[in-house]
């Protein structure tokens, strides 16, 4: 479902319902098309608990690693999962930090420039568990937007 948030300058949020967790390989979580985007905030929620055991994990723009690999084995439900304000370092987990940058890096507080492709998450470990995402992105070019996959 992708719902307008313009008040709070959020802009248009996308939600990829809870889902299992990656058996040892990518999934696509978001599909970005039509031109770039800039994302505001991508949060991922744990929903159903993430045993313990080796379960690598990391989000990918196609197959540019957005995040560095990071465990995510033995979360609880209500564990929230984010990138980091610098490209290419660990995935956050903890309540996502305010003005965070990823990607291709904007002024301070202004999100993450992406062209189109998908957002993957890959987990090295067949855990079970379930995470829930959130994205809220502005449109750059006529046409651009971004949906669940």
Not at 27 to 37: A, C, K, M, Q
Not at 81 to 87: A, H, M, N, V
């Amino acid at each position: 479902m992708t719902v307008y948030y313009g008040a709070n300058g959020a802009g248009w949020r996308v939600e990829r319902l809870a889902a299992p967790l990656p058996q040892a390989t990518t999934e696509p979580l978001f599909r970005i098309s039509g031109g770039l985007v800039n994302i505001q905030l991508l949060v991922g929620e744990v929903t159903e608990a993430i045993p313990a055991g080796a379960n690598s994990s990391y989000l990918a723009h196609e197959t540019l690693s957005i995040t560095a690999t990071a465990s995510i084995a033995g979360y609880s439900p209500g564990r929230l999962l984010t990138l980091d304000t610098s490209f290419s370092d660990v995935l956050k987990t903890g309540a996502p930090p305010g003005g965070a940058m990823s990607a291709i890096a904007t002024p301070d507080g202004a999100g993450w420039l992406f062209a189109p492709g998908d957002i993957n998450l890959h987990c090295d470990g067949s855990l079970a568990g379930q995470i829930r995402w959130l994205l809220f992105y502005h449109p750059l070019d006529p046409g651009a937007h971004v949906v669940a996959v």
